[in-house]
């Protein structure tokens, strides 16, 4: 690659490159005057013209918004550098100005000196663009003598005169006409020297023949050009196919990248090289490769799985690895996959919720299962959005791993429901049982009841042999009242020793009665711990809905009631709520 070595910075290079070179006086200079109406060239090889909207004026400005002597054009001759330029003023050289002023490339100006390729606005209707035509030797009527000067290839040249590369031809001034007739110049403005695109021309042995305006406004005069020169390696002395073969390749020149269009002219011995500049293009495409590997790279590591699915067969066109893990399948298996491959869900159902997404434009997330490469389901939240991309619609599917969480929330909830000793439901769940047992027997007319338990003598279990023993007495207690239960019945740990039990649908005291009996019969045996024999025996306390009360707090307190009666009469026994005490 050929970088300058200057430490000038390339948009400095850049903005003097316009003026390295100055017009020699082989250059012509043309005016292009474009109105709403008209476009018309004017060769400039005067001293001074002038413009404005009266036919006296060397140039006429047909609007009624210029005035009738708008701007001068004066040329300037340097004879020592040997070079031409034509500088604008605006008004005459008086000091009269226009009454509308003058603006180049833009800019509000009164006096400039023009450079190649300036845009020149006349009021709100007229602009002119003012270019310099060098004169290609291969055009000029006697031979030139080749200068020894050549263009370093190593850094761009200076703005500098005395640094600047001399002009590949010399000769003393001769007057316009003797060089190029008329329609010759007339066409060479039509064509390639006014092209806004380099052009180059050289023989297979590398002799430049040709080079553009354009060229020489981007790199100066180009005597020879050596055979590591970026535009010639690779292109000399290879064999080349038909005339008019058409090469395109990419080089970088000064830091600047083109892509080099190369035309072989076998029979004339000659290669014509366009040069079109990308690098702005290139620059964009390194950011853009940039931003996209950043996004692939950010994508591949998030944890929540993304699909992107096509909305016009809702088949997958991409996944990341997050989604691959959680399903199973590689990122090459899932591409081209239906989306409702993926999700358990009635088909129908899954592609009316994507039409609605399509039409509304909004995001939809819903907890669903998708299904894993073996069969199983994984539950997941899933977030569907809409983008849009030109033509294409696509959907973004994020898809996250919930089941952690819903274990989670589900111990949780469990815990918050059930006592972490014994693993039984505690009061909180007790109590909204009841309150739903007790709408049911009112609404359909049935009897249910309500025991209340407490374990004889648990204290000096925990006094004689410590908390640890009396937690397993608890848990065996636990076991064995679990046991003594029918479906739909609901025992509770209410709180240190004592227990509740529901009995939601009984026909009878009796039934509540039977309960209490296999339950005293069940806790008859002793509890064997580390060689300990402890007896398990309870007191148990029955209400009735509805004879002992009409709701939850009325039978609790009834039958804790009746508890503390059996407790004052012995113990190890059971006894309904009695109004009579």
């Not at 395109?248 to 002219?265: S, T």
């Not at 994984?378 to 959005?385: G, K, P, Q, R, T």
Request: proline residues 4%; charged residues 25%.
């Amino acid at each position: 690659m050929f970088a300058p070595t200057s430490a000038r910075t390339e948009e400095c290079f850049e903005t003097e490159s316009k003026k390295m070179i100055p017009p020699s006086r082989l250059a012509r200079h043309f005016l292009t005057i474009d109105t709403p109406r008209s476009s018309l060239i004017h060769i400039l090889d005067r001293e001074r013209y002038t413009l404005g909207r009266t036919a006296e004026a060397d140039i006429c400005l047909v609007s009624p918004l210029i005035s009738r002597l708008h701007a001068t054009l004066q040329r300037q001759v340097d004879n020592i550098s040997n070079t031409v330029t034509y500088r604008l003023v605006d008004g005459d050289l008086e000091g009269n100005r226009s009454r509308n002023g003058l603006m180049v490339n833009g800019q509000r100006v009164q006096d400039i000196e023009l450079s190649h390729g300036d845009t020149l606005y006349f009021g709100p209707e007229i602009k002119a663009t003012y270019q310099i035509v060098q004169t290609p030797a291969r055009y000029l009527k006697k031979p030139l003598t080749s200068t020894s000067a050549t263009v370093s290839l190593e850094s761009p040249p200076t703005n500098s005169v005395s640094n600047s590369p001399t002009l590949l031809f010399e000769q003393s001034w001769t007057e316009p006409n003797s060089l190029l007739d008329y329609d010759e110049l007339m066409r060479l403005a039509s064509l390639s020297e006014l092209s806004p695109i380099p052009i180059i021309e050289f023989t297979q042995s590398g002799e430049v023949t040709y080079f553009n305006a354009t060229a020489i406004a981007q790199w100066g005069n180009i005597p020879e050009l050596e055979a590591s020169h970026p535009l010639i390696v690779d292109l000399l002395d290879q064999p080349v196919g038909r005339s008019g073969a058409l090469q395109i390749r990419e080089i970088e020149i000064y830091g600047r990248h083109f892509e080099q269009y190369v035309h072989h002219l076998p029979v004339k011995n000659l290669i014509r090289s366009y040069l079109f500049d990308i690098t702005e293009r290139k620059q964009i495409s390194t950011i853009l490769q940039k931003q996209e590997a950043r996004y692939r790279a950010v994508v591949a590591q998030v944890s929540e799985g993304i699909l992107m699915i096509d909305c016009a067969n809702n088949k997958v066109i991409e996944a990341n690895s997050a989604y691959s893990r959680l399903v199973g399948f590689t990122p090459a298996e899932l591409l081209g996959l239906p989306l409702e491959q993926l999700v358990m869900q009635d088909a129908d159902s899954l592609k009316h919720q994507l039409s609605e997404i399509e039409q509304r434009k909004q995001s939809w997330v819903s907890e669903i299962e998708h299904r894993h490469r073996n069969g199983d389901s994984v539950l997941v939240e899933m977030s569907v959005s809409l983008v849009e991309e030109g033509d294409e619609s696509l959907f973004v599917c994020i898809v996250r791993d919930i089941r952690d969480r819903k274990e989670a929330e589900a111990r949780l909830q469990y815990q918050a429901c059930h006592d972490l000793l014994t693993g039984l439901p505690n009061r909180a769940f007790f109590n909204s049982h009841l309150d739903k047992a007790l709408a049911n027997a009112n609404r359909q007319g049935n009897l249910l009841a309500v025991m209340f338990l407490d374990l004889d003598h648990f204290k000096d279990v925990n006094d004689t042999w410590g908390h640890s023993v009396g937690d397993k007495v608890l848990q065996e207690f636990a076991r064995r009242l679990s046991v003594c239960l029918r479906e739909g019945d609901t025992i509770a740990r209410w709180g240190g020793d004592e227990f509740a039990i529901l009995l939601p649908r009984i026909r009878s005291r009796s039934d509540a009665a039977q309960i209490a009996d296999r339950i005293l019969a069940v806790l008859a045996p002793e509890f064997h711990y580390q060689s300990k024999h402890l007896p398990l025996q309870v007191s148990i306390g029955i209400s009735i809905y509805p004879n002992s009360g009409m709701n939850a707090q009325q039978l609790l307190r009834a039958a804790d009631q009746a508890l503390y009666r059996v407790k004052d009469s012995g113990r190890n026994n059971y006894q309904f709520y009695s109004s009579e005490a």
